[in-house]
């Protein structure tokens, strides 16, 4: 069965094709993205698997003739992956938020489509997106089952004390104001991975997942179900992350707003969009960066650093307490695949249970160059390919790096749903 997964921005639409001969049997095909779409120099870039890529420059004015360039290019002559767009059984949507109406995927019908219009609400700069772009494909492929999979839904299992605020009741009830957590399509497909792989009981089982990426959080899951999650009602809550702040004091919004003389959206814009790695180190937001700069010797970006590692194990933490224990702790997404420093940090903390990783970092002081420079080098020292784990083989509690993949989730989603 070709599903074919599609991640729809404001001015963007990623996309994969794979063909899923089964949940474990499946080949990508061909992904792309493309960017700009509405202005005159909207760009496709289009990566067959085993052919040359194709790259176009040129107009598309909105998201229906975006779905058109993207299907032309898929089944494009000489990169093209399949004859015609009959052979797509089902095309697969990201959606970012779906608040406490979706606990799981859903088939699009018009009741689905009120009801993600609504969420816009919790998620203005996603969910209006992702409404073009079901639109988009449902006006260029009108026979095709088209499924929603939500960021949030893997989360709605979170008990009321653990996703309710403690604020005045009302606002809950009147704006749906609780927490959703995110990411919730990377941690479902870790976690379920994570089952397989170290061969534990789905039903009796303790997993920490830490996606550590651009947007990071972590989540404690028991016997494969949510129990809580970082991200709150956005996903600005939680940890320190490229550009976000992750938890702060609530009273310093209205203090640094009117110390600065903001408009709560330019508030809100600074703690999304210029905080976190950023906003610390005053230089970048990506983390390969931040090593370099703490591997010279800046202050600001070390700072940044040792607050990931901090802001990591106090989740962990939380989580281990609060679910009696631990099995299991998973690291995926970008930072954290890429490079084995960040759990060997974060896992010192948890000597104290039996925890021991396969190897350890030679230089232990956190203030000293050295230190961030053998993080640095780690990626290449300890370069850790697909699933493994990276505790040694005596560890009381294991550590495993589970490279993430939300596309095969909502590929595995959809066809779950389309076939039913
Ligand atoms: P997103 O949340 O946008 O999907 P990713 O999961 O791709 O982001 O993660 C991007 C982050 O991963 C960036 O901060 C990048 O610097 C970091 N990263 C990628 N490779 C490495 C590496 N080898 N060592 C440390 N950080 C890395």
Redesign the pocket.
């Known amino acids: 069965m070709k599903i074919l997964v599609i991640n729809c921005g404001s001015s963007s639409i990623k996309y994969q094709l794979l063909d899923m001969r089964s949940e474990e049997d499946y080949s990508l095909l061909a992904k792309g993205n493309l960017e700009k779409i509405g202005l005159p120099d909207s760009k496709i870039t289009h990566k067959p698997t085993g052919k040359d890529p194709l790259v176009k420059v040129g107009p598309v004015a909105d998201h229906t003739e975006g779905m058109k360039v993207v299907l032309d290019a898929l089944t494009d002559k000489v990169s093209g992956v399949i004859a015609n767009f009959e052979e797509i059984d089902a095309v697969g949507h990201r959606i970012v938020q779906g608040a406490d109406f979706f606990n799981g995927p859903a088939l699009v019908d018009e009741e689905v489509m009120e009801k993600i219009q609504i969420c816009c609400d919790f998620a203005p700069l996603h969910n209006p997106a992702h409404i073009l772009g079901i639109r988009a494909m449902q006006a260029v492929l009108p026979s095709v089952p088209q499924v929603v999979v939500f960021d949030t839904a893997f989360h709605q299992t979170m008990k009321p004390e653990a996703y309710m605020y403690a604020l005045p009741y009302e606002y809950y009830e009147k704006y749906r104001v609780r927490r959703y957590g995110a990411h919730g399509t990377s941690h479902k497909y870790v976690s379920q991975r994570a089952i397989q792989f170290a061969g534990l009981d789905p039903e009796n089982s303790r997993i920490i997942t830490c996606h550590i ?3 990071s959080s972590v989540t404690a899951v028991k016997n494969g179900k949510c129990f809580d999650t970082s991200m709150g009602f956005t996903p600005l809550e939680g940890m320190i992350m ?1 550009t976000r702040c992750g938890c702060i004091d609530a009273s310093l919004v209205p203090y640094i707003q009117k110390k600065e003389n903001m408009t709560p959206d330019e508030m809100t814009a600074m703690m999304n969009k210029k905080s976190g790695f950023l906003g610390l180190s005053g230089k970048t ?5 931040i ?1 370099g700069f703490a591997a010279e010797g800046d202050e600001r970006s070390q700072l940044a650093v040792r607050k990931l590692i901090l802001d990591i194990t106090k989740l962990i933490g939380q989580y281990i307490a609060e679910m009696c224990g631990v099995d299991l702790i998973v690291f995926t ?3 954290a695949e ?2 084995p420093w960040l759990p060997v940090n974060i896992c010192e903390h948890f000597k104290y249970m039996g925890l021991k990783m396969a190897w350890e970092m030679e230089n232990k002081c956190k203030k000293s160059v050295e230190f961030y420079k053998e993080c640095q080098a780690s ?1 290449k020292a300890h370069e850790v390919k697909d699933e493994a784990y990276i505790s040694a083989p005596d560890s009381a509690v294991k550590v495993a790096m589970i490279p993430t993949n939300e596309e095969l989730m909502i590929a595995i989603d959809t066809m779950r749903l389309a076939t039913k």
């Open positions: 990426g651009n947007g490229g937001s990506d983390m390969r960066d090593l997404a970008g930072i890429n490079n990626v």
